[in-house]
């Protein structure tokens, strides 16, 4: 994936070999030295490859070397990995049993002295081929650096002209930018409005069309264009401003002399101001240049292009200008002005449809769509175009030339990431959870503190990308969590061209697969129906293995021979997807995957787990949503890196085993299941105790099979719920049977001590199912940031709790409650409003409760104000549900549902 992944690499294998327990092993087995020397070859090689290589990277013989240095660090990694693995696998095995300790050390291996001398010889030999590279590199006079620096090869300046007869589709862009940038009720003196889009878009042709708008520039009295590029500095741009002012250059002058000249040409004036090709993302610069400029008169503009919204965010004072794609009719007027003599109509309608089909791959981009029909114009379009259409279209250099530049200003731990977002297909609806905890079992994510967490770090990988605009079409739900997204065409053919030679995307028989390739993915529909190709085998490096669902409903079949396969062959890998395979067992063979990292196996058959998946000990993802386990393997503590074990709608999982709680790192468990099977041993085995210890539990948790009564209190007050304040979704379901009246204040106790209210609480959604209690707890008033609260046959409820403190709440559902009479167990004396009471209500669903009379009780004086109150009429309400609840008196009033 190019010098930026393999300088993520080199700093991981570095990482590794500063692991205090790697150093312990490597002086247990001789080769302290040899190990550390080891690392000081990377270091160098580390400060070479992507900071004087990659400049460098033109000439075939360097391109070579890279290739070379490429497996190396690749292998070199690999074996570290193995060294740090197996330190992992004795500090689970001392931490078990410590009398064993020596046991562990020596005799874990079947000939643990071969072994040593094995890994010992791999190292040296390691280290042989990284000098051998490392000598080579002085034929390039390739130079050492002491630090990545961002990359400058840009070399792009802008100006103020453009002839607006030749731009195609910008006027009512135009307009409406003119329009925001004169608009009278704007406060600040001088406001500031981005232009945000991908590169090739036209950002820099709009703000010029603006710029030099006749009407336009009659509200300023001074108009200045600065390109700002790579060379975000105040002083530079300072001197531009003032060269563009007095029409000289200012230089070799203080910062304050040039502060003070250019206030002489802005203060008191109204001035438009543009600032082309920004990309600083460092505040501290904008806000020392914006400090400089606020002293223009009301009604001064400052107009910023940029291609990343993280720029926009720190420049903004107005909200940002989004800019779009041109349509389908000024794209092909753009593109057929471009590709035919004088811009004429092709009079062959075949003609047109290829030029239509051509365009369409444009996705609306200017830039795009001007290369390409230049290039046509000396094509022959009976002979050419439809070639060029299914054979070079990918190929042109240009287009992708101008998007690297974005790609070429990212730090190198988000180029990989960027790159390795290749392997899902094109106009895919990526999900980010899964795309992060991928990035995750790659090693792309950088800590620099054992302080910080991995998932904001992450969060924040994402986003920077996002908001750079290599992602894009962003889906949230209801409480602005992103799902999923996607990626433009254009920035997918680039990030598939920046890792043609690491992964490779596997939809055809035709396709071949090349030996050193390290990440596949696979159409499910077409391996199912051909099977495993034999190229893949020979790329034993394999680190990927990846199967994006494409159809939701789409039948695809893994027959037992294909998996076991698979998994013997990769013994590198760190990625497994084999969910919905129709796969029913998975071989014990996969303990042998010591590298592994995320393993899904999602929408199988599959009744047990091999006991040999709990030697993964650097295993951070388990997804096993609706498979039919009924149990996970006993030793299940030894997962010491696990992070994420997903696993919805497994309604056959019998019981959580003991050890769970040792698991301190899982950030998701989906679900805990209590054992039903009363036997003292299966007690002691799964009891909500296992939750004691996770307090970083975030996203949803299930906990089914909750025992009513006294013990069931005591248990659940052992599993210290109040402390997991990063839980958002939380389903509590007690077991169905029926509750003796004696004991329904013991159900309050339980929820209590389940409800993770903090302080501070960041819960959301809360569902009791089949809970017992006469009344709700006071505690869940604490749970202000609740969006949904749902609760389902939960008969012994009679009354509910004030819900007026619940501003957020969107929605409320309310299913079989039996005796159920009033919601609120306040009496309504006119202190609430229909505004005050649930502001946010949009969703009110009330099933099969046959004793609910209304919203509050009646008022002992006014019968009138207790048919106007029994159900309030809410500001937001859009869905309303009301179905068997014969003895409501009245319901909100339907005309302000909307």
């Given at each position: ?11 991981r ?9 790697v150093?312990?092993l490597?002086?247990l087995?001789?080769?302290k ?7 000081e ?7 070479v ?15 070579e070397?890279l ?8 292998d ?57 590279i490392?000598?080579?590199?002085e034929?390039?006079?390739l ?8 990359v400058?090869?840009?070399a ?8 607006a007869e030749?731009v195609?589709?910008?006027e009512?862009?135009?307009?409406a ?12 003196n ?29 509200h ?28 000289i ?10 502060v ?10 109204r ?12 505040r ?9 400029l ?24 107005m909200?940002?200008?989004f ?29 047109k ?20 029909g230049?290039l ?24 992708q ?12 731990y ?6 390795y ?9 990526i ?18 503190s ?34 999923q ?17 690491d992964?490779?995307?596997?939809y ?38 990846h ?14 021979s294909?998996?076991n396969?698979?998994?013997s ?5 760190r990625?497994?997807?084999?969910h919905?395979?129709?796969i ?5 063979s ?9 393993l ?21 993802t ?7 386990i009924k ?13 994420y ?5 497994c ?7 003991r050890g ?44 089914r099979?909750?025992r009513?009564?006294?013990d ?17 979704d939380l ?22 001590a ?9 819960l ?47 929605t ?17 004396n ?36 207790f ?16 179905w ?15």
């Open positions: 994936m190019a010098e930026g992944v393999l300088f993520d690499v080199a700093a294998i570095i990482e590794k070999i500063g692991n205090l327990a150093q312990e490597g002086l087995w001789g080769v030295d040899e190990i550390v020397r080891l690392g070859r990377v270091s160098t090689i580390k400060a490859v992507l900071l004087d290589a990659e400049k460098k990277e033109q000439t075939h013989q360097v391109k070397w290739k070379r240095l490429s497996d190396a660090i690749y070199a990694d690999d074996l570290l990995d193995d060294i740090s693995t197996e330190a992992l696998r004795r500090e689970v095995m001392i931490s078990q049993n410590k009398k064993a300790k020596k046991v562990c050390i020596y005799f874990s291996k079947s000939n643990p002295h071969a072994y040593a001398l094995k890994m010992a010889h791999e190292v040296k030999a390691m280290m042989e081929r990284l000098d051998t490392g000598r080579d590199r034929l390039f006079h130079e050492e650096r002491l630090e990545e620096t961002q400058r090869n840009r792009r300046e802008t100006h103020s002209f453009v002839c030749t195609i589709g910008r009512n862009d135009k307009n930018i003119i329009g925001i940038l004169l608009d009278s009720n704007v406060e600040e001088v406001s500031i409005l981005p232009i945000v889009g991908i590169g090739g878009l036209g950002k820099t042709t709009l703000a010029q069309l603006v710029f030099n708008d006749e009407e336009f520039k009659k300023f009295e001074q108009k200045f264009w600065i390109c700002v590029s790579d060379d975000f500095e105040v002083r530079v741009i300072v001197e531009k401003i003032i060269g563009r002012a007095k029409d250059k200012q230089e070799n002058l203080d910062l304050d002399i040039l003070n000249e250019l206030k002489k040409e802005i203060d008191g004036k001035y438009l101001l543009v600032l082309d090709d920004v990309w600083n993302d460092n501290e610069k904008w806000l020392d240049l914006k400090n400089i606020m002293s223009g008169a009301k009604g001064s503009r400052i107009l910023v292009t940029t291609r990343e919204e993280k720029v926009a965010k720190i420049v903004q004072t909200q940002p200008y800019l779009k794609g041109l349509n389908e009719l000024e794209a092909w007027l753009l593109f057929k002005k471009m590709a035919f003599e004088n811009g004429q109509e092709p009079k062959d309608p075949i003609i449809s290829i030029g239509m089909e051509i365009i369409e791959k444009c996705r609306g981009v200017p830039l795009a769509i001007r290369s390409i230049s046509l114009y000396f094509k022959n379009p009976e002979k050419d175009w439809l070639s060029f259409k299914n054979n070079e279209l990918l190929k042109v250099a240009d287009i030339q101008i998007l690297k530049l974005s790609y070429d200003h990212l730090p190198s988000l180029k990989q990431c960027f790159a977002s290749c392997l899902f297909p094109k106009d895919y609806k999900h980010k959870t899964t795309l992060i905890k991928m990035w995750m079992a790659q090693g792309f994510i950088r800590s620099s054992p302080d910080q967490c991995l998932e904001d770090i992450v969060h924040e990988y994402f986003m920077d990308l996002l908001w750079r605009s290599f992602f894009q079409e962003v889906e949230e739900d209801g409480r602005g969590n992103i799902l997204f996607k990626m433009h065409d254009l920035m997918h053919d680039l990030a598939k061209s920046i890792a043609t030679f992964s490779a995307t596997f055809s028989k035709e396709e071949g697969i090349n030996e050193k390739i390290r990440h596949v993915s696979f159409d499910r529909m077409f391996l199912s129906s051909l099977g495993i190709p034999i190229s893949l085998y020979k790329a034993s490096r394999i680190r990927t293995f199967l994006p669902s494409e159809f939701e409903y789409s039948y695809a079949s893994l027959d037992k294909t998996c396969a698979i998994v062959s990769f013994k590198f890998i990625l497994l997807d084999l919905d395979m129709s029913k067992t998975i071989p014990s996969i303990g042998k995957l010591k590298h592994l990292r995320y899904d196996v999602s929408y199988n058959s599959i009744k047990m787990l091999p006991s040999s998946i709990t030697r993964l000990y650097n295993l951070q388990l997804r096993l949503n609706k498979c039919g149990q996970l393997p006993k030793d299940i503590n030894k997962l010491i890196n696990l992070r074990l997903e696993m919805d709608k309604w056959y999982l019998t019981h959580m085993p769970l709680g040792q698991l301190t790192k899982l950030r998701i468990l989906s679900q805990f299941v209590i054992s039903q099977n009363n036997s003292l041993n299966f007690r002691r085995h799964d009891g909500l105790k296992e939750l004691y210890e996770l307090n970083e539990l975030r996203g949803s948790l299930e906990i099979g909750l009513h009564g006294k069931g209190a005591s248990e659940s007050k052992d599993s210290k719920m109040k402390g997991k304040i990063h839980l958002q389903r509590l379901l007690w077991i169905e049977e029926d509750v003796d009246e004696s004991n329904v204040g013991y159900d309050e106790e339980s929820l209590v389940l409800l993770p209210y903090g302080p501070p609480s960041n959301q959604e809360l569902c009791l199912i089949r809970y017992g209690g006469v009344k709700l707890p006071s505690a869940i008033s604490s749970l202000s940031n609740l969006v949904k609260l749902s609760l389902d046959r939960c008969n012994k409820c009679q009354q509910l709790l004030p819900l007026d403190q619940f501003h957020s709440l969107k409320l559902s309310l299913l079989q409650m039996n005796d159920l009479a009033y919601i609120s167990e306040r009496e309504n006119g202190e609430f409003s229909d505004s005050s009471l649930l502001p946010s209500l949009e969703q009110l669903t009330i099933r099969y409760c046959p004793n609910l009379k209304g919203w509050w009780q009646r008022q002992r004086d006014s019968v009138e104000e048919h106007n109150h029994s159900l309030p009429s809410f500001p937001h309400l859009s869905n309303l549900v009301i068997i609840c014969p003895k409501i008196e009245h319901i909100p009033d339907l005309r302000i549902v909307r």
